[in-house]
Nanobody, 129 residues
Framework: VQLQASGGGLVQPGGSLRLSCAASTSTLDFYAIAWFRQAPGKEREGVLAINARGDYRYRGPNSVRGRFTISRNSAKNVVYLQMNSLKPEDTAVYYC??????????????????????WGQGTLVTVSS
């Protein structure tokens, strides 16, 4: 599975961005998909994750709940991360990831980076005035 993440950029606090993760091979409908982020000097953390059916399996840290949503366009084979009311602390490189082996399902943990075996290249989101 090859993933291409895009949509990052510079946005002012309170603004919105929609990140895209396009798969060039295989259909994303078969897999659990997650967005992670990594801020400078911090560990990679899960943001949101859905299972193959599209059900939320990880709704993220409290800091993003109510502001971020994940969705999937099966016809385009793209997964989106909609981010609203962005804050400076949301500044990070955002990654999409696919679990093709069922590790997240088997373990019940959808926010563990090690459970995902395919990753996009990351897209930088900077929230600053």
């Amino acid at each position: 599975v090859q993933l291409q993440a895009s949509g990052g950029g510079l946005v002012q606090p309170g603004g919105s961005l929609r990140l895209s993760c396009a798969a060039s091979t295989s259909t994303l409908d078969f897999y659990a998909i997650a967005w992670f982020r990594q801020a400078p000097g911090k560990e990679r953390e899960g943001v949101l994750a859905i299972n193959a059916r599209g059900d939320y399996r990880y709704r993220g840290p409290n800091s993003v709940r109510g502001r971020f949503t994940i969705s999937r366009n099966s016809a385009k084979n793209v997964v989106y991360l909609q981010m609203n009311s962005l804050k400076p602390e949301d500044t990070a490189v955002y990654y999409c990831a696919v679990d093709s082996a069922g590790r997240s399902y088997n373990s019940g943990n959808y926010n563990v980076p090690g459970n995902y075996d395919y990753w996009g290249q990351g897209t930088l989101v900077t929230v600053s005035s």
